[in-house]
């Protein structure tokens, strides 16, 4: 699983305190398991995990969490169903397994140095694994679930959406220290005026690429932006 930077939120220091987190331990105070891909040369137990894994995620995306059964993904792993109990209690935890597998990918967003371009970043990320990954299938899958059912819901805002929250206000923070943001920037409204805008797309329709990814930063990015920056260089471009 990848690491999230987290960076504190104290608006009048130079440079934030950087925080790593690592999504596993938010994953594990929750009492679930998040391991990384079976790759050749693993133990036969991650090969059987990972065909666990990709067997709900086509039943998933085929038939919906409300006809998913644990005996069906055992049959199509080629599995017993007590290998399947030994990892997960139930069809919600191994559920969110599957999403915690497929979103950490596309958490990280590294830090350039450039502001506009890690803002870009975070909507891209968003995008990209919504619209060209596996993830974008088996959430719209589960969205009812997520919303309606505790045992899926609490548990995915707890682990994939406080990660995606934690990144973004790193980013945010970056920002805020380079100077390019203001110092009074809401954060949390900021994070989701940035990765809202992908999911209403998601729900509703409309183009989910680059562009788009670009167009919905930039205009963040005009609300955030610090006015003495702005002066800054406009001075400079008038001399």
Do not use: C
């Amino acid at each position: 699983m990848g690491e999230i930077r987290h960076a504190a939120s104290r608006t009048g220091a130079k440079t934030p305190t950087v925080h790593t987190v690592d999504t596993v331990d938010i994953v594990s105070s929750l009492g679930f398991t998040a391991q990384p891909r079976a790759v050749l040369g693993r133990p036969r137990s991650d090969v059987a995990r990972q065909s666990i894994l990709d067997a709900a995620r086509d039943l998933i995306v085929r038939f919906g969490f409300e006809d998913l059964h644990l005996e069906h993904v055992a049959a199509k792993a080629g599995v017993g169903k007590a290998t399947i109990y030994r990892r997960w209690s139930s069809k919600e935890a191994l559920a969110l397994d599957l999403l915690l597998e497929l979103a950490t990918p596309h958490l990280v967003v590294v830090d350039t140095g450039d502001t506009r371009e890690e803002l870009v970043a975070v909507v891209h990320n968003t995008v990209r694994a919504l619209a060209e990954t596996p993830f974008g299938m088996v959430l719209k899958a589960l969205m009812s679930q997520i919303a309606i059912n505790p045992a899926l819901g609490d548990s995915f805002r707890r682990t994939i959406v406080t990660a995606r929250q934690l990144e973004i206000e790193a980013v945010l923070q970056r920002g805020i220290a380079r100077r390019d943001l203001r110092p009074d920037v809401d954060v949390a409204i900021s994070t989701e005026l940035l990765v809202a805008p992908v999911y209403f797309r998601l729900v509703l329709g409309g183009n989910l690429d680059r562009r788009f990814a670009e167009d919905v930063a930039d205009a963040v990015l005009a609300g955030l932006r610090n006015p003495r920056r702005r002066a800054r260089r406009s001075a400079r471009q008038a001399e």
